[in-house]
């Protein structure tokens, strides 16, 4: 059974007291990233949750659930690449109306991706989770996710 959207809200709620507790302050990046991953892979049950680090000028697959993924994503190119691009959160409805977009998995349907910024306002990594499931992502999900991923930001030493 899918799970829609505005049911969702009490399980973010739930994730951000979680992050709070369990991401430590200054930690290595990897370990916050890995243990976000997890728990939201954990809570919310999607296809694909990972995270694309910058890093020698392309996005490089960082810590993820799910099945095998796209390891090398450059700027601009796909909907990671587009939100690294813009610097602002991306929700596909239905990933085939994406111009561009990076097909990993046949299965993905719809996608939502969440950039990580820095002190200086810089991307150094984006948030990424598809679905199997067509427009699965609203502005709830965005909104929760975006204050999800501000929590990781100020927790994490970037890379």
């Not at 991953?37 to 995270?51: D, M, N, Q, V």
Request: charged fraction near 30%; charge should be negative.
């Amino acid at each position: 059974m899918q799970m829609i959207s505005s049911e969702r809200d009490p399980i973010y709620k739930k994730l951000a007291a979680q992050f709070e507790s369990l991401l430590e302050e200054k930690a290595d990046c990897i370990s916050n990233l890995a243990n976000a991953t997890a728990l939201l892979r954990g809570h919310l049950g999607f296809f694909w949750i990972g995270f694309y680090l910058v890093k020698e000028g392309v996005l490089q697959l960082g810590p993820f659930q799910g099945p095998v993924a796209c390891t090398r994503i450059e700027r601009n190119r796909g909907v990671c690449g587009a939100s690294w691009a813009t610097k602002k959160s991306i929700v596909v409805k239905d990933i085939r109306d994406f111009p561009g977009h990076i097909a990993c998995s046949e299965h993905s349907k719809s996608e939502i991706v969440v950039p990580l910024l820095d002190e200086k306002g810089e991307v150094w990594a984006v948030l990424d989770i598809d679905s199997d499931k067509m427009s699965d992502f609203s502005e709830l999900d965005r909104k929760h996710l975006e204050y999800l991923v501000k929590i990781i930001e100020r927790k994490s030493q970037n890379i």
